[in-house]
């Protein structure tokens, strides 16, 4: 058989397209991933979305007054002075992109000006934050990014 530049340009093309291949086999059988949704209840979360909406824009005025300080303890949550004075119960959820199994939600119940999360309960890396808690039937919600 004699080897002219057609064949050349075939056996070019079959090389390629191999080569693509193994690599999208490679990526979609790989541990790596692991492909699911975020939550297993994402389509009913996708419906009560309105609601979180509503509570943000509730909450947009303390929504500032929030800080959030890594100390030698963990990670340190000031409320807002707005806030000191009242009985807040509510829940504050730690969600780790990368991670479903290290998610968390605390219950709280504000008595002090801060909460303390433990630094044994956090790995290094991006979590985000949310802080709900309801009063006189209004619901509010405080969305934060952080990189511990």
């Given at each position: 058989?004699?080897f002219n530049w057609g064949t050349g340009i075939v056996l070019?093309?079959?090389?390629?397209?191999?080569?693509?291949?193994?690599?999208?086999?490679?990526?979609?059988?790989?541990?790596?991933?692991?492909?699911?949704?975020?939550?297993?209840?994402?389509?009913?979360?996708?419906?009560?979305?309105?609601?979180?909406?509503?509570?943000?824009?509730?909450?947009?005025?303390?929504?500032?007054?929030?800080?959030?300080?890594?100390?030698?303890?963990?990670?340190?949550?000031?409320?807002?002075?707005?806030?000191?004075?009242?009985?807040?119960?509510?829940?504050?959820?730690?969600?780790?992109?990368?991670?479903?199994?290290?998610?968390?939600?605390?219950?709280?119940?504000?008595?002090?000006?801060?909460?303390?999360?433990?630094?044994e309960r956090l790995l290094g890396g991006r979590w985000d934050?949310?802080?709900?808690?309801?009063?006189?039937d209004k619901d509010y919600l405080v969305k934060k990014s952080?990189?511990?």
């Amino acid at each position: 058989m004699k080897f002219n530049w057609g064949t050349g340009i075939v056996l070019a093309f079959i090389g390629f397209i191999g080569f693509i291949l193994y690599f999208v086999v490679l990526a979609s059988t790989g541990k790596n991933a692991d492909h699911h949704l975020v939550t297993d209840d994402y389509y009913q979360e996708e419906l009560a979305y309105q609601n979180e909406i509503d509570a943000e824009s509730n909450a947009s005025s303390f929504a500032s007054g929030f800080r959030i300080k890594k100390s030698n303890e963990g990670l340190l949550i000031e409320i807002p002075v707005e806030l000191r004075q009242q009985e807040l119960e509510g829940t504050l959820s730690l969600y780790r992109p990368s991670n479903k199994h290290l998610d968390f939600d605390l219950a709280i119940s504000l008595s002090n000006s801060h909460l303390l999360i433990p630094d044994e309960r956090l790995l290094g890396g991006r979590w985000d934050i949310k802080l709900r808690w309801s009063d006189k039937d209004k619901d509010y919600l405080v969305k934060k990014s952080i990189t511990y």
